[in-house]
């Protein structure tokens, strides 16, 4: 990959970009951190306290501190272990590494301290973190600066200590160390400080590289790439346009099946692998990030052309997989995020870019660069994702409407289908094609159809305390089918309302059936043994397998409305419609057509011996009243065909 051209960018300075070394902040002359030879400052008394920073300068070491998490952080034998060696370094009975907050010393790390802070004003180390360089006090109690500060009243009369420099050059305080007498400082015994401090800093590092480098693939992690990002904002041209790339080496499922034959070392050398051709594709002077399990980022140089190099990255990507030693059980993407510098979220740049990543897996090439359309549609289905399941436990936001189903022989009503609504309390009415589908696949499905199934039975008891004595029909998904306790929360369901089984209907989809044939099968026998009647739903969709249709128990099969459309006009779709009703005669079971909206429709489906038929042209779902006055005004006793279409005459009259 290393010849594929992403290492071909202009030289930039952005650390986002540029390798390890950080841009040296540092003003001109300030000592490195690590010297341990510098001779100490030998503060004389009486000697003019050192300026004060300037506010920006301030600003931005307070910025850095606050960056590394320390402050209020509880003790740890690391740091401890250090401020022992200085005091023992210096016979003295006091040393602490003291960090320089905005109003205050705080303690790190203390030996013979009982607090943990002092006020910074008058404080020598903040004159240490100021100016960054070493400074020793032979006697407080001499020294026109100090002799006032709480130090100087406590006893403290000896002062050193070497400053805390981050590699940018930010001092964050000093380990110091204090005594109860005069004395000076030898340049031996300095030079061990600094050493110390070089120490201090070491263990600051490592512990702020533990929580921003992955330590499989080496590589910054997500952490380091939302703080390099907002760096970049802060020292590159403002509204520079960029785009985040993003790798995703496995989905998850393929992942998961991958590791649970070849074990965790799979997800190991795919990941070393990976680090390894994307950090020699994008060259030496530009960073990669391990951001996810299995996704990596970097950014494109500035400035380059999306189209060209989007073609790039497709390039790279097909070299990558011809390669790669997972390429057999594992599909890579890639998502390019257009933003610019400084507009943009840090966070928000790796959200689109996953984004893209999911739609690429849709295309041809396996590289797409983010749709905020798409990005709509996903955000728009996580919304009502998150939001169901606070509309489960309140009681105005889920209803049920009921369907008519008739009796295409008798022209009577027989019963109703149930069908779950949403009112959104700010999104107003949710399409059930649009939110059903997107919970069935997670674990609220159990739920929904729980609520579904307790307003259903509580409406089937009402109607027929109030003498309507009704089939109900109600939906039930493919996860349903996987509850062992599925059939016992219907039976229990009815044995709460008083209502026998057979008034019951539980309709599955073809699809739903064939997902787990065995499984689903035998929930099925259990429900139908307690006399719960059975349906498939939007028959001649799926792909069931006749033979194993014939061996399920269950009587009805409802004919999908989409073979409904254009029925009147199509030739074909009317042959096939008789073809189903028949065959589904032969089996055994009894015919529902949905769906239909028009006398020319119903005219055919009963010339095909139709058993019943659903549709906007018996009665639109309604609520449990308007339902009610549909029934009672719902009149057609007569089994001729005139009378059908009188009577569905007045059903559309009267429907609501």
Known sequence: MAALGLNEAPQTTDPIVAPAPAKDRRRPGRPDHVSAGLVPLLRAPGTAETPAPASWDEDARLAALQQLDLLDTAPTEAFDRITRIAAQIFSLPIAAVSLTASDRQWFKSRVGVDHSSIPRDKAPCAQVAASSEALVVPDLLLDPCYRDSPLASTGVRFYAGAPLTTREGFCLGSICVLGPEPRQASESEMASLHDLAAMVMAQIELQHAFGRVDPLSGLPNHNQFIEDLEDLAKDRPAHERRFAVLIDVATPEQLSAAMRVMGPAFLDDMIEEAALAIKSAIGPTRTAYHVAPTQFAFLSPPDVEEQSYVALLARTMAEFRASASSRFVTTSVIGVAPFALGQADPRDVLRIANSAVQDAYGTESKVSVYSSTQDTVHRRRFTLLNEFGG???????????????????????????????????????????????????????????????????TQLAAWRAAGLDLLLSMNVSASNLREHDLAARVVQGLAKHALAAERLELEITESALMADGGQALAQLETIAGVGIRLAIDDF???????????????????????????????????????TMILLSHNLGYRVVAEGVESLQVLDIVEEAACDEAQGYFFGRPMIPADFATWIRNWVDPQPSHSRHRGGTTACAAARC
């Not at 069935?440 to 159990?446: L, P, R």
């Not at 969709?541 to 269950?554: E, K, M, N, V």
């Not at 009805?556 to 779709?573: H, T, Y």
């Open 391 to 457: 509309a489960l436990e309140t009681a105005d936001q889920l209803s049920l409407v009921f369907q008519p189903r008739i009796d295409l022989a008798f022209g009577t009503c027989v019963g109703a289908e149930a069908l779950l609504r949403w009112k959104h309390p700010r999104l107003g009415a949710i399409s059930p094609g649009e939110f059903i589908p997107i919970v069935e696949q997670t674990s609220m499905a159990k739920a929904m159809t729980a609520w579904v199934l307790e307003a259903a039975l």
């Open 540 to 578: 001649g969709t799926g792909y069931s397998s006749l033979s194993y249709l014939q061996q399920l128990p269950i009587q009805v099969v409802k004919i999908d409305q989409s073979f409904m459309r254009n029925l009147v006009a199509d030739e074909r779709k009317r042959s096939l419609v008789a």
